[in-house]
């Protein structure tokens, strides 16, 4: 059995959102979410409701973190 990872997502800026949600919905991963902005919106309409949590307790709690610009 593989390991789980939680991944740290951090996004703001439209274009990283729409490329990080796409993959996080491809690849069906466990994540923490830290968003912000523009992003937001982009993760619920993909991903439906999502848990955001501040910046550090995503950093934190993640084994991994992806980060959008």
């Known amino acids: 059995m593989e390991p789980i990872f939680l991944v740290g ?3 703001h800026d439209p ?3 729409e ?3 796409s993959y996080v919905r491809r690849k069906n991963i466990h994540c ?3 968003l912000e902005g523009p992003a ?3 993760f619920s309409r993909k ?3 999502i848990d ?3 910046l550090k307790t995503a950093i934190e ?3 991994k973190v992806f980060c959008g610009s």
């Open 9 to 11: 997502i951090v996004a």
């Open 15 to 17: 274009r990283g959102a």
């Open 40 to 42: 937001l919106s982009i």
């Open 19 to 21: 490329i990080i949600s």
């Open 61 to 63: 709690k993640a084994d």
């Open 47 to 49: 991903l439906g409701i």
């Open 52 to 54: 955001n949590v501040p």
């Open 32 to 34: 923490i979410f830290s």
